[in-house]
């Protein structure tokens, strides 16, 4: 219940930042994806800036595992 998948495709050599919305009773999150690799950086409390890259185009599941304050 604490995990959210987005699936984006992702452009080889391009990294995208994702703006996602922290739920409420939650601090923080981790961020994992199937291909490429999936960075998370706080940069406002309760939004997270999620940045995919990838080698190759593709599409990325990328899953935030969310933290109970």
Same mark, same amino acid.
């Given at each position: 219940?604490?995990?959210?998948?987005?699936?984006?495709? @992702?452009?080889?050599? *391009?990294? *995208?930042?994702? !703006?996602?919305?922290?739920?409420?009773?939650?601090?923080?999150?981790? @961020? +994992? @994806? $199937?291909?490429?690799? @999936?960075?998370?950086?706080t940069?406002?409390?309760? !939004?997270?800036?999620? +940045?995919?890259?990838?080698?190759? $185009?593709?599409?990325?599941?990328?899953?935030?595992? *969310? +933290?109970?304050?």
């Amino acid at each position: 219940a604490n995990v959210y998948t987005m699936n984006v495709k @992702a452009i080889g050599g *391009f990294p *995208f930042t994702y !703006l996602v919305r922290v739920p409420a009773g939650y601090a923080d999150a981790s @961020a +994992t @994806a $199937s291909k490429g690799t @999936a960075d998370v950086m706080t940069k406002v409390p309760g !939004l997270l800036a999620v +940045t995919v890259s990838a080698d190759q $185009s593709a599409d990325v599941a990328v899953k935030l595992a *969310f +933290t109970k304050k």
